[in-house]
Nanobody, 121 residues
Framework: QGRLVESGGDLVQPGGSLRLSCVASDEILFRIHDMAWWRQAPGHERELIADITHEYDTRYEESVKGRFTISRDNAKQTVYLQMDNLKPEDTAIYYC??????????????WGQGTQVTVSS
């Protein structure tokens, strides 16, 4: 069974930066899947904020465009989310997800356990 493990969440001040990492335990799983970062804030639905295909095509949710950058390193079986100019509204639990892009639905595929990002002064 494939396994994803996120790390990098922390408490940061507005305007600060964080880099989240998600490591896949299975090399084949990682190489053939598209990868996504989702987030869920208290009282809100889980939302897709960035994804990257196995061919390195990227997409971003409008509110994070220009501030967040998704990337992947197949040799390390790792997907990253660089988050700059963080805002209080970015506070959420961030989840890593492996699936095919057309199947990203907030439920299916492989999921990590989540990592907490809190943006507050």
């Amino acid at each position: 069974q494939g396994r994803l493990v996120e790390s990098g969440g922390d408490l940061v001040q507005p305007g600060g930066s964080l880099r989240l990492s998600c490591v896949a335990s299975d090399e084949i799983l990682f190489r053939i899947h598209d990868m996504a970062w989702w987030r869920q804030a208290p009282g809100h639905e889980r939302e897709l904020i960035a994804d990257i295909t196995h061919e390195y095509d990227t997409r971003y949710e409008e509110s994070v465009k220009g501030r967040f950058t998704i990337s992947r390193d197949n040799a390390k079986q790792t997907v990253y989310l660089q988050m700059d100019n963080l805002k209080p509204e970015d506070t959420a639990i961030y989840y890593c997800n492996a699936n095919l892009r057309e199947l990203f639905d907030g439920r299916g595929g492989y999921w990590g356990q989540g990592t907490q990002v809190t943006v507050s002064s």
